[in-house]
């Protein structure tokens, strides 16, 4: 019986941890402005895991990311747009038309940048 409730609280402890190393970061991309791109794939390339998301037809999407340090990788109907993601940011709005990113925090703009395209 004591092994089977220290299995349980190793195995609820373990759990709290892995959720607690993951962040929640929201996209908004858009095509040119007020036009949303939908079907854009969102990645996270990283060597252990392959995470990803799909945007919605409002051009926004949800995807958990398992670390900053990754590289992040846009592909549509159209070249392909990688960035790198900063720490603290809470919601990112991509423009492909203008070729900027934004990231945000705070519901406050903390950084910008110009985007890299590949096969454009």
């Given at each position: 019986m004591k092994n089977f409730i220290a299995f349980i609280f190793i195995f609820i402890f373990v759990n709290l941890f892995s959720q607690i190393s993951s962040k929640s970061i929201n996209?908004?991309?858009?095509?040119?402005?007020?036009?949303?791109?939908?079907?854009?794939?969102?990645v996270e390339k990283n060597l252990n895991i392959l995470n990803g998301?799909?945007?919605?037809?409002?051009?926004?999407?949800?995807?958990?990311?398992?670390?900053?340090?990754?590289?992040?990788?846009?592909?549509?109907t159209g070249?392909?747009?990688r960035f790198k993601i900063p720490e603290k940011t809470e919601k990112i709005i991509i423009n492909i038309d203008k070729r900027r990113i934004e990231y945000y925090h705070n519901d406050k703009i903390f950084k910008r940048k110009r985007l890299k395209f590949k096969g454009f």
């Open positions: 996209f908004e991309v858009y095509y040119e402005k007020d036009y949303p791109l939908a079907g854009g794939n969102l998301t799909t945007t919605d037809f409002n051009g926004k999407a949800q995807l958990i990311i398992s670390n900053y340090n990754s590289e992040f990788e846009l592909t549509f070249p392909i747009v």
